[in-house]
């Protein structure tokens, strides 16, 4: 599934984990805030990252080491995830206002979490919104104008591959090889180097998909990641071999960024009683367990961070 078509639920659940705190916060008015409640009650404060990360302190915490998974201070939390570590000092605490320091400071956090919890809805929210209303436009578009391919790659769109293969069902033409292409870490790109990196990646394995089919395949883009391929009548080996140099291909693709790679996954129409879309459903559960191959190798792994310091 494309980064842009998560629910809005899901996506709230999983992207707080891409969130540093200047993603969430002002750094200098919290250090304001901080410094204000230093002043009144001499408590000194070092605000983290979930990593350890030195963000803003008041006082000198420079020869202190944070450990946030033996002594993780005080956690601000957003969205139910760890954001960031709050460490305190406490030895100019003006006498008498031990009790005000700590009960200004557990109140200060629990501001914070909620501005950061509302600073995160919102910014999500906002990009979800656009991201719809692009998607919605496109469709709107290509309906009104007739139009089969996607834009991005130059394949079927996912309506008109359903109808081709509905087509193909009814013509009952056996065998069929159903051919599903994943995109490996697509997400991770988008992540990383952002939307026009990921939407070449799209377009880079697309490309080696068409061109190292046969003129008879019928391809389909029909998720954000996800291509499908229907092989009428192939030869023995045929599909297996197709998958193989797409695969190939890309991984020996030379890029200064990108790293292409794709899992796949096969399974064979024999009878005219199956429903093509049946097909390509199993075909799915080959391909997340040569996904779940490839991606336990180092040397993917290790060519896909290989920008990523």
Known sequence: ?????????????????????????????????????????????????????????????????PDVVD????????????????????????????????????????MWEMLGEEAFINRERAVYIDEVDGQLKKERYQLSHGEEEDVLTGVLNKTFFTERMKSLDKSEIVPVAAVEANINDWKFVNDHYG???????????????????????????????????????????EAKSYMERIQSRC??????????????GLMLKDNVEEKIADVFAEAEYKMFENKFEMKQNPAYQARLHRNIK
Not at 87 to 104: N, Q
Not at 254 to 260: E, F, K
């Open 1 to 65: 599934m494309g980064y842009g078509e998560l629910p809005l639920e899901k996506r709230l659940k999983e992207n707080i984990k891409n969130y540093r705190l200047a993603n969430l916060y002002k750094i200098e008015s919290l250090k304001t805030q901080m410094k204000l409640l230093y002043d009144l009650t001499g408590i000194k404060i070092l605000l983290t990252e979930r990593h350890g990360d030195k963000m803003a302190a008041v006082g000198n915490f420079s020869d202190f080491v």
């Open 71 to 110: 002594d993780p201070g005080r956690k601000l939390r957003v969205a139910n995830r760890t954001v960031g570590h709050i460490y305190t000092k406490e030895d100019e605490i003006v006498s008498g206002k031990e009790g005000l320091a700590i009960e200004f400071l557990e109140q200060l956090i629990q």
């Open 195 to 237: 939307e026009e990196e990921s939407d070449r990646l799209i377009q880079i394995i697309a490309q080696i998909i068409k061109e190292e089919a046969g003129e008879e395949y019928i391809l389909g883009r029909v998720d954000g990641d996800v291509f499908h391929i229907a092989i009428p009548m192939p030869e023995e080996g």
């Open 251 to 264: 991984n020996n693709y030379i890029d200064n960024i990108l790293s292409p790679s794709v899992a796949v």
